[in-house]
Protein backbone atom coordinates (compact mmCIF):
# COMPACT_ATOMS: atom_id res chain seq x y z
CA UNK A 1 0.00 0.00 0.00
CA UNK A 2 2.89 2.11 0.79
CA UNK A 3 4.75 1.95 -2.73
CA UNK A 4 1.27 2.28 -4.56
CA UNK A 5 0.92 5.91 -2.25
CA UNK A 6 4.60 6.51 -3.05
CA UNK A 7 3.92 6.14 -6.81
CA UNK A 8 0.82 8.03 -6.64
CA UNK A 9 2.82 10.82 -4.69
CA UNK A 10 5.25 10.67 -7.06
CA UNK A 11 3.25 11.11 -10.00
CA UNK A 12 1.60 14.08 -8.63
CA UNK A 13 4.43 15.53 -8.08
CA UNK A 14 5.73 14.69 -11.83
CA UNK A 15 2.22 16.48 -13.03
CA UNK A 16 3.33 19.84 -10.53
CA UNK A 17 6.63 20.12 -11.89
CA UNK A 18 4.93 19.58 -16.13
CA UNK A 19 3.02 22.70 -14.62
CA UNK A 20 5.99 24.34 -13.20
CA UNK A 21 7.26 24.00 -16.62
CA UNK A 22 4.83 25.22 -18.49
CA UNK A 23 4.54 28.21 -20.17
CA UNK A 24 2.48 31.14 -18.61
CA UNK A 25 2.37 34.23 -20.88
CA UNK A 26 -1.00 35.88 -18.52
CA UNK A 27 0.89 34.80 -15.28
CA UNK A 28 -3.02 32.89 -14.23
CA UNK A 29 -2.86 30.42 -17.14
CA UNK A 30 0.51 27.86 -17.77
CA UNK A 31 0.38 25.92 -21.03
CA UNK A 32 1.72 22.56 -20.90
CA UNK A 33 2.37 19.65 -23.41
CA UNK A 34 -1.05 17.89 -23.74
CA UNK A 35 0.64 14.78 -24.40
CA UNK A 36 2.88 15.03 -20.85
CA UNK A 37 -0.33 15.58 -18.99
CA UNK A 38 -2.53 13.20 -20.57
CA UNK A 39 0.42 10.39 -20.09
CA UNK A 40 0.78 11.49 -16.37
CA UNK A 41 -3.04 11.48 -15.80
CA UNK A 42 -3.58 8.23 -17.17
CA UNK A 43 -0.62 6.76 -15.14
CA UNK A 44 -1.99 8.29 -11.99
CA UNK A 45 -5.43 6.52 -12.91
CA UNK A 46 -3.53 3.20 -13.21
CA UNK A 47 -1.80 3.62 -10.24
CA UNK A 48 -4.97 4.64 -8.07
CA UNK A 49 -5.93 1.84 -5.28
CA UNK A 50 -8.96 -0.82 -6.84
CA UNK A 51 -11.31 0.79 -4.12
CA UNK A 52 -11.03 4.40 -5.43
CA UNK A 53 -11.28 2.92 -9.31
CA UNK A 54 -14.60 1.17 -8.13
CA UNK A 55 -15.41 4.80 -6.15
CA UNK A 56 -15.15 6.59 -9.27
CA UNK A 57 -16.96 3.88 -11.42
CA UNK A 58 -19.43 4.30 -8.67
CA UNK A 59 -19.63 7.85 -8.85
CA UNK A 60 -19.79 8.45 -12.90
CA UNK A 61 -22.61 5.50 -12.70
CA UNK A 62 -24.58 7.24 -9.88
CA UNK A 63 -27.00 9.02 -11.99
CA UNK A 64 -27.60 5.69 -13.50
CA UNK A 65 -27.64 3.74 -10.11
CA UNK A 66 -29.89 6.53 -9.07
CA UNK A 67 -32.62 6.18 -12.00
CA UNK A 68 -32.16 2.48 -11.26
CA UNK A 69 -33.01 2.67 -7.58
CA UNK A 70 -35.82 4.96 -8.70
CA UNK A 71 -37.11 2.56 -11.18
CA UNK A 72 -36.91 -0.44 -8.68
CA UNK A 73 -38.43 1.49 -6.07
CA UNK A 74 -41.28 2.84 -8.30
CA UNK A 75 -41.78 -0.79 -9.47
CA UNK A 76 -41.64 -2.08 -5.78
CA UNK A 77 -44.67 0.49 -4.90
CA UNK A 78 -46.39 -0.66 -8.29
CA UNK A 79 -46.17 -4.12 -7.24
CA UNK A 80 -47.15 -3.08 -3.79
CA UNK A 81 -49.90 -0.98 -4.76
CA UNK A 82 -51.35 -3.80 -7.04
CA UNK A 83 -51.17 -6.41 -4.55
CA UNK A 84 -52.65 -4.14 -1.98
CA UNK A 85 -55.45 -3.99 -4.82
CA UNK A 86 -55.72 -7.63 -5.60
CA UNK A 87 -56.03 -8.04 -1.60
CA UNK A 88 -58.71 -5.27 -1.19
CA UNK A 89 -60.21 -7.16 -4.46
CA UNK A 90 -59.88 -10.58 -3.30
CA UNK A 91 -61.20 -9.26 -0.02
CA UNK A 92 -64.33 -8.02 -1.45
CA UNK A 93 -64.43 -11.12 -3.15
CA UNK A 94 -63.78 -12.81 -0.14
CA UNK A 95 -66.72 -10.97 1.22
CA UNK A 96 -68.97 -11.03 -1.38
CA UNK A 97 -68.90 -15.27 -1.49
CA UNK A 98 -69.21 -15.13 2.54
CA UNK A 99 -72.17 -13.00 1.92
CA UNK A 100 -73.66 -14.75 -0.97
CA UNK A 101 -73.08 -17.87 1.46
CA UNK A 102 -74.93 -16.49 4.41
CA UNK A 103 -77.88 -15.42 1.81
CA UNK A 104 -77.95 -19.10 0.92
CA UNK A 105 -77.57 -20.42 4.40
CA UNK A 106 -80.74 -18.17 5.38
CA UNK A 107 -82.62 -19.27 2.00
CA UNK A 108 -81.70 -23.08 3.00
CA UNK A 109 -83.29 -22.31 6.57
CA UNK A 110 -85.94 -20.60 5.20
CA UNK A 111 -87.07 -23.78 2.59
CA UNK A 112 -86.40 -26.52 5.57
CA UNK A 113 -88.59 -24.39 7.99
CA UNK A 114 -90.97 -24.48 5.42
CA UNK A 115 -91.16 -27.71 4.13
CA UNK A 116 -91.43 -28.80 8.10
CA UNK A 117 -94.37 -26.81 8.24
CA UNK A 118 -96.03 -28.33 5.51
CA UNK A 119 -94.82 -31.78 6.48
CA UNK A 120 -96.66 -31.09 9.91
CA UNK A 121 -99.61 -29.32 7.89
CA UNK A 122 -99.88 -32.48 6.06
CA UNK A 123 -99.19 -34.59 9.20
CA UNK A 124 -102.20 -33.27 11.02
CA UNK A 125 -104.49 -33.60 8.20
CA UNK A 126 -103.73 -36.94 7.68
CA UNK A 127 -104.52 -37.36 10.81
CA UNK A 128 -107.70 -35.90 11.21
CA UNK A 129 -108.62 -37.58 8.43
CA UNK A 130 -107.51 -41.09 9.64
CA UNK A 131 -109.60 -40.10 12.49
CA UNK A 132 -112.33 -38.98 10.41
CA UNK A 133 -112.24 -42.28 8.70
CA UNK A 134 -112.23 -44.33 12.06
CA UNK A 135 -115.08 -42.54 13.24
CA UNK A 136 -117.38 -43.23 9.90
CA UNK A 137 -115.85 -46.97 9.98
CA UNK A 138 -116.96 -47.58 14.01
CA UNK A 139 -120.14 -45.59 13.03
CA UNK A 140 -120.72 -47.72 9.93
CA UNK A 141 -119.79 -50.61 12.10
CA UNK A 142 -122.18 -49.92 14.65
CA UNK A 143 -125.23 -49.70 12.30
CA UNK A 144 -123.93 -52.38 10.92
CA UNK A 145 -124.12 -54.42 13.95
CA UNK A 146 -127.41 -53.08 14.85
CA UNK A 147 -128.04 -54.46 11.29
CA UNK A 148 -126.74 -57.97 11.84
CA UNK A 149 -128.05 -58.67 15.55
CA UNK A 150 -131.79 -57.45 14.41
CA UNK A 151 -131.11 -59.44 11.37
CA UNK A 152 -130.15 -62.38 13.91
CA UNK A 153 -133.38 -61.71 15.88
CA UNK A 154 -135.74 -61.88 13.81
CA UNK A 155 -134.06 -65.00 12.32
CA UNK A 156 -134.34 -66.53 15.62
CA UNK A 157 -138.15 -65.23 16.09
CA UNK A 158 -138.56 -66.53 12.81
CA UNK A 159 -136.76 -69.63 13.21
CA UNK A 160 -138.75 -70.11 16.96
CA UNK A 161 -141.59 -69.74 15.31
CA UNK A 162 -140.90 -72.63 12.98
CA UNK A 163 -139.80 -74.78 16.15
CA UNK A 164 -143.35 -73.65 18.00
CA UNK A 165 -144.88 -74.63 14.83
CA UNK A 166 -143.31 -78.22 14.36
CA UNK A 167 -143.64 -78.60 17.99
CA UNK A 168 -147.55 -78.18 17.01
CA UNK A 169 -147.47 -80.04 14.07
CA UNK A 170 -145.97 -82.47 15.84
CA UNK A 171 -148.10 -83.29 18.70
CA UNK A 172 -151.39 -82.69 16.54
CA UNK A 173 -149.60 -85.64 14.53
CA UNK A 174 -149.07 -87.49 17.71
CA UNK A 175 -152.94 -87.04 18.92
CA UNK A 176 -153.81 -87.88 16.08
CA UNK A 177 -151.50 -91.37 15.36
CA UNK A 178 -153.06 -91.68 18.86
CA UNK A 179 -156.71 -91.70 17.98
CA UNK A 180 -155.84 -93.74 15.06
CA UNK A 181 -154.42 -96.35 17.54
CA UNK A 182 -157.45 -96.58 19.50
CA UNK A 183 -159.72 -96.55 16.85
CA UNK A 184 -157.91 -99.21 15.09
CA UNK A 185 -157.76 -100.89 17.99
CA UNK A 186 -161.63 -100.74 18.82
CA UNK A 187 -162.16 -102.27 15.62
CA UNK A 188 -160.38 -104.92 15.89
CA UNK A 189 -161.63 -105.68 19.53
CA UNK A 190 -165.28 -104.30 19.48
CA UNK A 191 -165.87 -105.29 23.27
CA UNK A 192 -163.62 -102.78 24.27
CA UNK A 193 -164.57 -100.23 21.96
CA UNK A 194 -167.02 -98.78 24.75
CA UNK A 195 -163.85 -98.03 26.97
CA UNK A 196 -161.54 -96.00 24.36
CA UNK A 197 -164.71 -94.01 23.89
CA UNK A 198 -165.11 -93.63 27.30
CA UNK A 199 -161.50 -92.79 27.53
Given at each position: M??????????M???E??L???????????????D??T????????????????A?A????????????????????A???????????????L???????????????????E?????????????????????????????????????????????????????????????????????????????????F???
Amino acid sequence: MNSQQDVIYGLMGDLEEALDKGFSPFGYYSVVKKDTVTDLLDRLYAALPDEIKEARALLRRKDELQYEAQQKAEKIIADAQSEANRLLSENDLLRAVQKEAEKIKEQVIADCEEIKRKALDEADAIRVQAMDEANRIKDGSSVMSEQILASIEQNLAQMQEIVKNGQVALEKRRMESEELSRANYANQRPEFAEDFRMQ
